[in-house]
Protein backbone atom coordinates (compact mmCIF):
# COMPACT_ATOMS: atom_id res chain seq x y z
CA UNK A 1 0.00 0.00 0.00
CA UNK A 2 1.61 3.20 -0.95
CA UNK A 3 2.23 5.94 1.97
CA UNK A 4 -0.02 8.31 2.50
CA UNK A 5 1.05 12.03 2.29
CA UNK A 6 0.75 14.10 5.43
CA UNK A 7 -1.60 16.80 4.36
CA UNK A 8 -3.61 14.77 1.54
CA UNK A 9 -6.50 14.84 4.33
CA UNK A 10 -6.80 18.55 3.50
CA UNK A 11 -8.62 19.68 0.50
CA UNK A 12 -7.57 22.65 -1.58
CA UNK A 13 -6.71 23.55 -5.42
CA UNK A 14 -4.69 26.55 -5.68
CA UNK A 15 -1.46 24.92 -6.24
CA UNK A 16 -0.97 26.77 -9.17
CA UNK A 17 0.94 30.02 -7.67
CA UNK A 18 2.35 31.47 -10.53
CA UNK A 19 -1.00 31.26 -12.30
CA UNK A 20 -2.77 33.09 -9.95
CA UNK A 21 0.08 35.40 -8.98
CA UNK A 22 1.57 36.19 -12.12
CA UNK A 23 -0.93 35.59 -15.16
CA UNK A 24 -4.21 36.06 -12.68
CA UNK A 25 -2.12 39.14 -11.53
CA UNK A 26 -2.23 38.48 -7.96
CA UNK A 27 -5.03 36.63 -7.42
CA UNK A 28 -4.67 33.88 -5.43
CA UNK A 29 -5.53 35.87 -2.00
CA UNK A 30 -9.07 35.60 -3.69
CA UNK A 31 -8.85 31.82 -4.57
CA UNK A 32 -7.71 31.22 -0.92
CA UNK A 33 -10.94 32.54 0.19
CA UNK A 34 -13.29 31.05 -2.39
CA UNK A 35 -11.55 27.58 -1.43
CA UNK A 36 -11.86 28.50 2.44
CA UNK A 37 -15.41 28.80 2.05
CA UNK A 38 -15.80 25.61 0.01
CA UNK A 39 -13.88 23.52 2.39
CA UNK A 40 -13.45 24.99 5.37
CA UNK A 41 -10.58 27.06 7.69
CA UNK A 42 -8.14 24.41 6.45
CA UNK A 43 -7.17 24.06 2.76
CA UNK A 44 -4.32 22.50 0.93
CA UNK A 45 -2.55 25.13 -1.98
CA UNK A 46 0.59 23.14 -2.40
CA UNK A 47 2.76 19.75 -2.15
CA UNK A 48 3.76 21.02 1.06
CA UNK A 49 1.71 23.84 2.14
CA UNK A 50 -1.59 24.44 4.04
CA UNK A 51 -3.85 27.53 4.64
CA UNK A 52 -5.25 28.01 7.55
CA UNK A 53 -8.23 30.49 8.48
CA UNK A 54 -7.94 30.88 12.25
CA UNK A 55 -6.66 34.06 13.68
CA UNK A 56 -6.42 31.71 17.01
CA UNK A 57 -4.15 29.28 15.05
CA UNK A 58 -2.11 32.51 13.49
CA UNK A 59 -1.50 34.57 16.80
CA UNK A 60 0.02 30.84 18.32
CA UNK A 61 2.36 30.32 15.53
CA UNK A 62 3.52 33.61 15.06
CA UNK A 63 4.39 34.43 19.25
CA UNK A 64 7.35 35.15 20.06
CA UNK A 65 8.39 31.67 21.87
CA UNK A 66 6.69 29.88 19.11
CA UNK A 67 8.88 26.96 17.45
CA UNK A 68 6.99 27.51 14.49
CA UNK A 69 10.17 29.06 11.93
CA UNK A 70 9.92 30.96 9.60
CA UNK A 71 10.08 28.88 5.97
CA UNK A 72 13.33 29.62 4.16
CA UNK A 73 12.08 28.36 1.03
CA UNK A 74 9.86 31.15 0.87
CA UNK A 75 12.11 34.05 2.47
CA UNK A 76 14.73 33.11 0.35
CA UNK A 77 12.60 34.01 -2.13
CA UNK A 78 12.29 37.44 -0.69
CA UNK A 79 15.67 38.28 -1.41
CA UNK A 80 16.93 40.02 1.64
CA UNK A 81 18.36 37.28 3.84
CA UNK A 82 20.42 40.13 6.22
CA UNK A 83 17.51 42.50 6.79
CA UNK A 84 15.17 41.93 9.49
CA UNK A 85 12.72 40.66 7.36
CA UNK A 86 14.16 38.02 5.72
CA UNK A 87 16.11 36.95 8.97
CA UNK A 88 15.41 32.68 9.99
CA UNK A 89 16.99 32.41 12.99
CA UNK A 90 14.78 33.57 15.96
CA UNK A 91 18.15 34.31 17.88
CA UNK A 92 19.49 36.66 15.33
CA UNK A 93 15.74 38.73 14.27
CA UNK A 94 15.50 39.03 17.94
CA UNK A 95 18.98 41.05 18.55
CA UNK A 96 18.21 42.75 15.16
CA UNK A 97 14.83 43.97 16.47
CA UNK A 98 16.08 45.25 19.64
CA UNK A 99 18.79 47.31 17.39
CA UNK A 100 16.22 49.02 15.63
CA UNK A 101 13.01 49.14 18.00
CA UNK A 102 14.88 51.99 20.02
CA UNK A 103 14.81 53.65 16.75
CA UNK A 104 11.12 54.38 16.22
CA UNK A 105 10.00 54.53 19.59
CA UNK A 106 7.47 56.90 21.15
CA UNK A 107 9.95 59.45 22.16
CA UNK A 108 12.49 59.26 18.85
CA UNK A 109 8.61 59.89 17.29
CA UNK A 110 8.57 62.99 18.97
CA UNK A 111 12.43 64.37 18.37
CA UNK A 112 11.61 62.99 14.54
CA UNK A 113 8.52 65.38 14.74
CA UNK A 114 9.85 68.75 13.20
CA UNK A 115 10.87 66.95 10.37
CA UNK A 116 7.71 65.75 9.80
CA UNK A 117 5.83 68.69 10.35
CA UNK A 118 8.29 70.00 7.61
CA UNK A 119 6.94 67.69 5.28
CA UNK A 120 3.42 67.92 6.20
CA UNK A 121 4.01 71.68 5.60
CA UNK A 122 5.36 70.92 2.19
CA UNK A 123 2.38 68.68 1.27
CA UNK A 124 -0.18 71.36 2.37
CA UNK A 125 1.54 73.93 0.62
CA UNK A 126 1.50 71.87 -3.15
CA UNK A 127 -2.00 71.05 -2.18
CA UNK A 128 -2.97 74.71 -2.08
CA UNK A 129 -1.60 75.41 -5.50
CA UNK A 130 -3.68 72.67 -6.94
CA UNK A 131 -6.21 74.33 -5.15
CA UNK A 132 -5.96 77.99 -6.05
CA UNK A 133 -5.42 76.55 -10.47
CA UNK A 134 -8.39 74.34 -9.64
CA UNK A 135 -6.26 71.69 -10.99
CA UNK A 136 -7.17 68.35 -9.37
CA UNK A 137 -5.02 65.98 -7.65
CA UNK A 138 -3.94 62.40 -7.55
CA UNK A 139 -4.22 61.72 -4.01
CA UNK A 140 -2.59 58.53 -4.30
CA UNK A 141 0.63 59.71 -6.06
CA UNK A 142 0.44 62.44 -3.56
CA UNK A 143 0.23 60.32 -0.81
CA UNK A 144 2.54 58.05 -1.55
CA UNK A 145 5.62 61.03 -2.74
CA UNK A 146 4.57 62.43 1.16
CA UNK A 147 5.30 59.26 2.49
CA UNK A 148 8.58 58.29 0.78
CA UNK A 149 9.70 61.86 1.64
CA UNK A 150 9.31 61.34 5.27
CA UNK A 151 11.06 57.62 5.61
CA UNK A 152 13.50 59.08 3.80
CA UNK A 153 14.38 62.15 5.87
CA UNK A 154 13.95 59.81 9.29
CA UNK A 155 15.91 56.94 7.68
CA UNK A 156 18.50 58.51 5.51
CA UNK A 157 18.57 61.96 7.12
CA UNK A 158 18.28 63.68 3.36
CA UNK A 159 15.31 65.02 1.39
CA UNK A 160 13.88 62.88 -0.85
CA UNK A 161 12.06 65.60 -3.56
CA UNK A 162 9.23 63.36 -4.49
CA UNK A 163 6.53 65.69 -3.60
CA UNK A 164 7.86 68.35 -5.69
CA UNK A 165 8.58 65.98 -8.91
CA UNK A 166 5.66 66.59 -11.63
CA UNK A 167 2.52 64.86 -11.17
CA UNK A 168 4.22 63.59 -8.00
CA UNK A 169 5.82 60.81 -10.52
CA UNK A 170 9.45 60.55 -8.67
CA UNK A 171 11.21 57.73 -10.88
CA UNK A 172 11.96 55.84 -8.05
CA UNK A 173 8.55 55.48 -6.34
CA UNK A 174 7.41 54.50 -9.93
CA UNK A 175 10.14 51.60 -9.76
CA UNK A 176 9.28 50.75 -6.38
CA UNK A 177 5.50 50.54 -7.72
CA UNK A 178 7.10 47.94 -11.10
CA UNK A 179 9.03 46.06 -7.39
CA UNK A 180 5.99 45.52 -5.77
CA UNK A 181 4.44 43.91 -9.19
CA UNK A 182 6.72 42.01 -9.94
CA UNK A 183 7.52 40.50 -6.49
CA UNK A 184 5.41 37.38 -7.03
CA UNK A 185 8.34 35.93 -10.32
CA UNK A 186 10.89 35.37 -7.63
CA UNK A 187 8.31 33.42 -5.30
CA UNK A 188 7.10 31.20 -8.60
CA UNK A 189 10.53 31.00 -10.49
CA UNK A 190 13.34 31.20 -7.16
CA UNK A 191 16.26 30.45 -9.60
CA UNK A 192 16.15 34.21 -11.16
CA UNK A 193 15.77 35.57 -7.50
CA UNK A 194 19.09 33.65 -6.61
CA UNK A 195 20.45 35.13 -9.93
CA UNK A 196 19.29 38.59 -9.67
CA UNK A 197 21.15 38.98 -6.37
CA UNK A 198 24.37 36.89 -7.17
CA UNK A 199 25.36 38.72 -9.90
CA UNK A 200 27.04 41.66 -9.45
CA UNK A 201 24.69 45.03 -9.25
CA UNK A 202 26.42 46.39 -12.69
CA UNK A 203 26.10 42.96 -14.33
CA UNK A 204 22.57 43.06 -13.95
CA UNK A 205 21.88 46.56 -14.72
CA UNK A 206 23.11 45.54 -17.98
CA UNK A 207 21.65 41.81 -18.80
CA UNK A 208 18.15 41.96 -16.67
CA UNK A 209 15.37 44.55 -16.45
CA UNK A 210 15.05 44.51 -12.28
CA UNK A 211 13.21 47.23 -10.56
CA UNK A 212 14.51 46.36 -7.44
CA UNK A 213 17.77 46.76 -8.15
CA UNK A 214 17.60 49.95 -9.21
CA UNK A 215 15.65 50.73 -6.13
CA UNK A 216 18.57 49.56 -3.69
CA UNK A 217 20.75 51.13 -5.93
CA UNK A 218 19.66 54.71 -5.04
CA UNK A 219 19.00 53.59 -0.99
CA UNK A 220 22.63 52.47 -1.33
CA UNK A 221 23.83 55.78 -2.92
CA UNK A 222 21.86 57.51 -0.22
CA UNK A 223 23.78 55.71 2.48
CA UNK A 224 26.78 55.96 1.36
CA UNK A 225 26.34 59.77 1.56
CA UNK A 226 25.31 59.47 4.72
CA UNK A 227 28.02 57.52 5.97
CA UNK A 228 30.80 59.17 3.59
CA UNK A 229 29.36 62.90 5.63
CA UNK A 230 29.82 61.37 8.81
CA UNK A 231 33.12 60.34 8.71
CA UNK A 232 33.93 64.11 7.02
CA UNK A 233 32.15 65.26 10.08
CA UNK A 234 34.23 63.15 12.33
CA UNK A 235 37.44 64.47 10.95
CA UNK A 236 36.41 67.79 11.36
CA UNK A 237 35.23 67.20 15.25
CA UNK A 238 38.66 65.79 15.81
CA UNK A 239 40.71 68.86 14.08
CA UNK A 240 38.59 71.11 15.98
CA UNK A 241 38.82 69.59 19.03
CA UNK A 242 42.74 69.91 18.64
CA UNK A 243 42.69 73.39 17.90
CA UNK A 244 40.30 73.94 20.94
CA UNK A 245 39.12 70.92 23.21
CA UNK A 246 35.32 70.60 23.04
CA UNK A 247 33.05 67.94 24.82
CA UNK A 248 30.77 68.14 21.50
CA UNK A 249 33.12 65.36 19.77
CA UNK A 250 30.34 63.04 17.99
CA UNK A 251 28.90 62.93 14.52
CA UNK A 252 25.35 62.54 16.39
CA UNK A 253 26.02 66.38 18.14
CA UNK A 254 26.77 67.86 15.40
CA UNK A 255 23.97 70.31 14.06
CA UNK A 256 24.96 70.57 10.59
CA UNK A 257 23.79 67.32 9.50
CA UNK A 258 20.78 65.39 10.46
CA UNK A 259 20.94 62.22 12.16
CA UNK A 260 19.83 58.89 10.98
CA UNK A 261 18.75 56.56 14.42
CA UNK A 262 18.40 54.25 12.18
CA UNK A 263 21.49 53.94 10.96
CA UNK A 264 23.94 54.91 13.87
CA UNK A 265 22.60 52.07 15.51
CA UNK A 266 22.72 49.80 12.94
CA UNK A 267 26.75 50.91 13.11
CA UNK A 268 27.12 50.81 16.68
CA UNK A 269 27.69 47.33 18.48
CA UNK A 270 26.14 48.20 22.00
CA UNK A 271 23.07 48.54 20.67
CA UNK A 272 22.20 45.50 21.60
CA UNK A 273 23.97 42.29 23.70
CA UNK A 274 25.18 40.18 21.22
CA UNK A 275 25.00 42.55 17.80
CA UNK A 276 27.86 43.17 15.72
CA UNK A 277 27.54 45.87 13.08
CA UNK A 278 26.63 45.49 9.84
CA UNK A 279 28.66 45.44 6.72
CA UNK A 280 28.29 48.58 4.28
CA UNK A 281 26.24 45.67 1.85
CA UNK A 282 24.02 44.15 4.76
CA UNK A 283 23.74 47.86 6.53
CA UNK A 284 22.22 48.77 2.82
CA UNK A 285 19.94 45.90 2.57
CA UNK A 286 18.21 46.45 6.10
CA UNK A 287 17.92 50.43 5.09
CA UNK A 288 16.08 49.32 1.72
CA UNK A 289 13.68 47.34 3.42
CA UNK A 290 12.87 50.06 6.11
CA UNK A 291 12.18 52.53 3.25
CA UNK A 292 10.04 50.35 1.96
CA UNK A 293 8.17 49.00 4.09
CA UNK A 294 8.31 52.65 6.10
CA UNK A 295 6.89 54.05 2.67
CA UNK A 296 4.00 51.27 1.67
CA UNK A 297 2.18 51.00 5.16
CA UNK A 298 2.33 54.81 5.88
CA UNK A 299 0.79 55.67 2.96
CA UNK A 300 -1.68 52.71 2.24
CA UNK A 301 -3.02 53.67 6.17
CA UNK A 302 -3.47 57.32 5.32
CA UNK A 303 -4.55 56.72 1.89
CA UNK A 304 -7.59 53.96 3.13
CA UNK A 305 -8.01 56.38 6.31
CA UNK A 306 -8.95 59.36 3.67
CA UNK A 307 -11.10 57.02 1.55
CA UNK A 308 -13.26 56.05 4.14
CA UNK A 309 -13.56 58.93 6.02
CA UNK A 310 -14.57 60.66 2.67
CA UNK A 311 -17.45 57.89 2.61
CA UNK A 312 -18.99 58.53 5.45
CA UNK A 313 -20.43 61.78 5.61
CA UNK A 314 -20.85 61.81 9.28
CA UNK A 315 -17.59 60.66 9.76
CA UNK A 316 -16.15 63.33 8.19
CA UNK A 317 -18.25 66.08 9.97
CA UNK A 318 -17.26 65.20 13.09
CA UNK A 319 -13.96 64.72 12.64
CA UNK A 320 -13.81 68.04 10.80
CA UNK A 321 -15.90 69.53 13.93
CA UNK A 322 -12.98 68.11 16.48
CA UNK A 323 -9.73 69.38 14.11
CA UNK A 324 -11.83 73.25 14.06
CA UNK A 325 -12.55 73.27 17.64
CA UNK A 326 -8.59 72.45 18.38
CA UNK A 327 -7.13 74.25 15.81
CA UNK A 328 -9.51 77.32 15.47
CA UNK A 329 -7.06 79.69 13.12
CA UNK A 330 -5.79 78.26 10.02
CA UNK A 331 -2.22 79.45 11.10
CA UNK A 332 -2.28 77.46 13.87
CA UNK A 333 0.50 74.37 13.66
CA UNK A 334 -1.09 71.04 13.90
CA UNK A 335 1.91 69.58 15.91
CA UNK A 336 1.98 65.80 17.33
CA UNK A 337 1.88 66.60 21.06
CA UNK A 338 -1.28 68.56 20.15
CA UNK A 339 -3.07 66.35 17.61
CA UNK A 340 -2.55 62.95 19.95
CA UNK A 341 -4.51 64.72 22.62
CA UNK A 342 -8.22 64.63 20.56
CA UNK A 343 -10.29 61.74 21.56
CA UNK A 344 -11.78 60.94 17.87
CA UNK A 345 -8.71 61.83 16.08
CA UNK A 346 -6.10 59.92 17.61
CA UNK A 347 -7.68 56.91 19.93
CA UNK A 348 -9.23 57.59 23.29
CA UNK A 349 -12.41 56.00 22.21
CA UNK A 350 -13.52 53.11 20.54
CA UNK A 351 -13.89 54.60 16.66
CA UNK A 352 -10.72 56.51 17.01
CA UNK A 353 -9.84 57.51 13.00
CA UNK A 354 -6.24 57.28 12.95
CA UNK A 355 -6.62 53.09 14.84
CA UNK A 356 -9.91 52.57 12.58
CA UNK A 357 -7.21 53.34 9.34
CA UNK A 358 -4.59 51.32 10.86
CA UNK A 359 -6.55 48.13 11.34
CA UNK A 360 -8.75 48.52 7.72
CA UNK A 361 -5.43 48.90 5.93
CA UNK A 362 -3.03 46.09 4.56
CA UNK A 363 0.61 47.12 3.19
CA UNK A 364 1.00 43.83 1.23
CA UNK A 365 -1.47 41.10 0.90
CA UNK A 366 0.74 37.94 1.32
CA UNK A 367 1.49 34.98 3.08
CA UNK A 368 3.98 34.47 5.78
CA UNK A 369 4.57 31.20 5.91
CA UNK A 370 6.06 29.28 8.97
CA UNK A 371 7.32 25.27 8.88
CA UNK A 372 5.87 22.69 11.38
CA UNK A 373 8.78 22.21 14.18
CA UNK A 374 10.50 18.79 14.94
CA UNK A 375 7.83 17.69 17.10
CA UNK A 376 5.12 17.86 14.93
CA UNK A 377 1.46 20.18 15.44
CA UNK A 378 -2.10 18.02 16.12
CA UNK A 379 -4.46 20.56 13.78
CA UNK A 380 -8.02 20.31 14.41
CA UNK A 381 -6.87 16.59 15.35
CA UNK A 382 -4.84 15.85 12.30
CA UNK A 383 -1.04 15.30 12.90
CA UNK A 384 1.32 17.02 11.02
CA UNK A 385 4.92 15.47 10.52
CA UNK A 386 7.89 18.46 10.69
CA UNK A 387 9.27 20.09 8.22
CA UNK A 388 6.18 18.99 5.62
CA UNK A 389 3.56 21.46 6.43
CA UNK A 390 4.27 25.76 5.96
CA UNK A 391 1.69 27.40 7.53
CA UNK A 392 0.64 30.47 6.77
CA UNK A 393 -2.46 33.24 6.98
CA UNK A 394 -3.26 36.65 4.92
Known amino acids: MP ?63 SNFLKDPAFYQTVGFPHAILGMIDP ?13 FAGGQIQQFSPRIEARVEDMCNILSEFA ?41 LDL ?10 PR ?48 QTRISEAEQPCTQSSFVKNPKRKVSVAIE ?27 GAGNDTTSNAIILGLYHICRRPETQRRLEAELEAAYPHSEQAVTFLTAKQLPYLHGQIQTAVIKESLRISNP ?13 YL ?13 DDY
Not at 40 to 49: C, H, K, L, Y
Open 265 to 291: RLLDPASARGYTPLCRDHLNEEILVLL
Open 3 to 65: MQHTLELFRGGAQYEWYWNIYKSGSMIFEIERLHKKHGPVIRIGVNDLHINDPEFYLGVTRPA
Open 176 to 185: MKEAIKGSWI
Open 188 to 235: AFPIMSRLTFALPTWLTKVFLSVPMIEVAMTASSGVDQYLEDREASRL
Open 364 to 376: LPGRMPRVVPEEG
Open 91 to 103: TEHRIRKQVLAPA
Open 379 to 391: LYGHRLASKVSAM
Open 132 to 172: QSSTPVNIFAALKAYSMDVIYDVIIGEEFGALRSPGFRHPN
